[in-house]
């Protein structure tokens, strides 16, 4: 049987930010970066816009998103199970979604997930499968399991890119569902948006309003996710604030404060008493790239399979061999696309279906119960 090329690479974690600039990024960025710009008007949608080879770094969207759940050093999901009272769970949940927020690297970005692509990773019990289930809009669906602690996660989300001029904002649309079916209880949430901004002082960030909300006791955490200022200060940089009301009384129970890449406290009101409910070092440091346990077992559509000879070229800086890898994996998706209007076919996704959901997006529900073991798990 002929060796599949599988390429994992690390995760995206606190440290490292210093390292991976120097790995992914091609000379004379920010000089690139304009010009790459310089044809694009202010307020366009940049949904279908192609970045060369130099822009990406080697990993797919879809693996991003993944990551965001199963690289951790800390299993703060679970604690999200062991919670005593509907508040010590949504306070667990809370500090669960903040760890789902991941550095960013200016000037470089994931590749576009192609459709029908998969990801799909284990690590202990929790399973994690990705799927492109829509291509216009570009639409993700994540379904996770934990069979052995009743844990469900349902992710239907895709970002719309606009540039503005002097930067990018990226709104994330769609739900993220957490169940804690132990107790009955369904947790929704959305993300944060992404805002790349190119002048004055380059940056990436995560910014703008996340809800999260407990559909069986009322209780809501609504969190604000803060830039560093326009011309850069750092006082505030990755700065997260919000509280935690009981929506029934619209009381304000915590008040929440910090910064998503080091310690978010939780002070109560009551008694004017804080807590640190998250710390990124403990959780998203010393990530390491996942393992290969089973390589026959590994799909065709898998992220790491599909973009291995793309990524082994940005690792090694060789943006020839990155150009024409990246036209292979585009032209294949154009000739299976003109197959398909030939044929009259449409594409179904394979591992969930699709319907509109009550606001007119996309609702993506999986068509598996639990999620299998992955042919990769997860350190």
């Given at each position: 049987m002929q060796e599949k090329n599988i390429l994992l690479t690390r995760p995206l974690s606190l440290e490292d930010e210093s390292d991976s600039e120097v790995a992914y990024r091609a000379p004379n960025l920010l000089q690139r970066l304009l010009s790459l710009f310089r044809n694009v008007r202010p307020g366009s949608d940049l949904t279908h816009f192609q970045l060369p080879p130099q822009f990406n770094f080697p990993k797919s969207q879809l693996q991003c998103y993944g990551e965001s759940l199963y690289s951790t050093s800390s299993d703060l999901l679970n604690r999200c199970n062991t919670g005593q009272t509907p508040l010590d769970r949504l306070i667990s949940v809370v500090a669960w979604s903040i760890s789902t927020t991941r550095p960013l690297i200016f000037g470089v970005a994931p590749y576009n997930p192609i459709l029908g692509e998969t990801h799909h990773v284990s690590k202990g019990n929790l399973n994690v499968l990705l799927e492109q289930v829509s291509h216009h809009p570009p639409v993700s669906a994540l379904h996770a399991t934990d069979e052995k602690e009743n844990i469900e996660m349902i992710w239907c989300q895709y970002p719309v890119p606009k540039f503005n001029g002097a930067s990018v904002e990226a709104q994330v649309h769609g739900k993220r569902k957490l169940k804690l079916l132990n107790h009955g209880e369904t947790y929704e949430m959305n993300s944060p948006n992404l805002f790349i901004r190119i002048l004055p002082v380059p940056d990436a960030d995560w910014v703008g309003n996340v809800n999260i909300r407990c559909l069986e006791s009322g209780l809501v955490a609504e969190l604000c996710f803060i830039t560093q200022s326009f011309l850069g200060s750092s006082g505030n940089?990755?700065?997260?604030?919000?509280?935690?009301?009981?929506?029934?009384?619209?009381?304000?129970?915590?008040?929440?404060?910090?910064?998503w890449d080091s310690t978010v406290t939780l002070k109560d009101m009551k008694n004017s008493k804080s807590r640190v409910i998250y710390d990124a070092k403990e959780v998203i440091s010393g990530l390491q790239a996942p393992l290969v346990k089973d390589e026959e077992s590994v799909w065709a559509t898998e992220s790491t399979l599909i973009w291995s000879k793309l990524s082994q070229a940005i690792l090694t800086k060789d943006w020839e061999k990155a150009r024409e890898a990246?036209?292979?994996?585009?032209?294949?998706?154009?000739?299976?696309?003109?197959?398909?209007?030939?044929?009259?076919?449409?594409?179904?996704?394979?591992?969930?279906?699709?319907?509109?959901?009550?606001?007119?997006?996309?609702?993506?529900?999986?068509?598996?119960?639990?999620?299998?073991?992955?042919?990769?798990?997860?350190?």
């Amino acid at each position: 049987m002929q060796e599949k090329n599988i390429l994992l690479t690390r995760p995206l974690s606190l440290e490292d930010e210093s390292d991976s600039e120097v790995a992914y990024r091609a000379p004379n960025l920010l000089q690139r970066l304009l010009s790459l710009f310089r044809n694009v008007r202010p307020g366009s949608d940049l949904t279908h816009f192609q970045l060369p080879p130099q822009f990406n770094f080697p990993k797919s969207q879809l693996q991003c998103y993944g990551e965001s759940l199963y690289s951790t050093s800390s299993d703060l999901l679970n604690r999200c199970n062991t919670g005593q009272t509907p508040l010590d769970r949504l306070i667990s949940v809370v500090a669960w979604s903040i760890s789902t927020t991941r550095p960013l690297i200016f000037g470089v970005a994931p590749y576009n997930p192609i459709l029908g692509e998969t990801h799909h990773v284990s690590k202990g019990n929790l399973n994690v499968l990705l799927e492109q289930v829509s291509h216009h809009p570009p639409v993700s669906a994540l379904h996770a399991t934990d069979e052995k602690e009743n844990i469900e996660m349902i992710w239907c989300q895709y970002p719309v890119p606009k540039f503005n001029g002097a930067s990018v904002e990226a709104q994330v649309h769609g739900k993220r569902k957490l169940k804690l079916l132990n107790h009955g209880e369904t947790y929704e949430m959305n993300s944060p948006n992404l805002f790349i901004r190119i002048l004055p002082v380059p940056d990436a960030d995560w910014v703008g309003n996340v809800n999260i909300r407990c559909l069986e006791s009322g209780l809501v955490a609504e969190l604000c996710f803060i830039t560093q200022s326009f011309l850069g200060s750092s006082g505030n940089r990755r700065l997260i604030k919000g509280k935690i009301i009981d929506s029934s009384s619209l009381k304000i129970l915590f008040a929440v404060d910090g910064h998503w890449d080091s310690t978010v406290t939780l002070k109560d009101m009551k008694n004017s008493k804080s807590r640190v409910i998250y710390d990124a070092k403990e959780v998203i440091s010393g990530l390491q790239a996942p393992l290969v346990k089973d390589e026959e077992s590994v799909w065709a559509t898998e992220s790491t399979l599909i973009w291995s000879k793309l990524s082994q070229a940005i690792l090694t800086k060789d943006w020839e061999k990155a150009r024409e890898a990246k036209k292979s994996v585009e032209e294949r998706q154009r000739e299976l696309f003109r197959e398909r209007e030939t044929k009259g076919e449409t594409w179904v996704p394979k591992h969930f279906t699709l319907s509109q959901s009550k606001e007119g997006g996309l609702d993506c529900l999986p068509i598996q119960k639990w999620v299998p073991n992955a042919p990769i798990i997860s350190l």
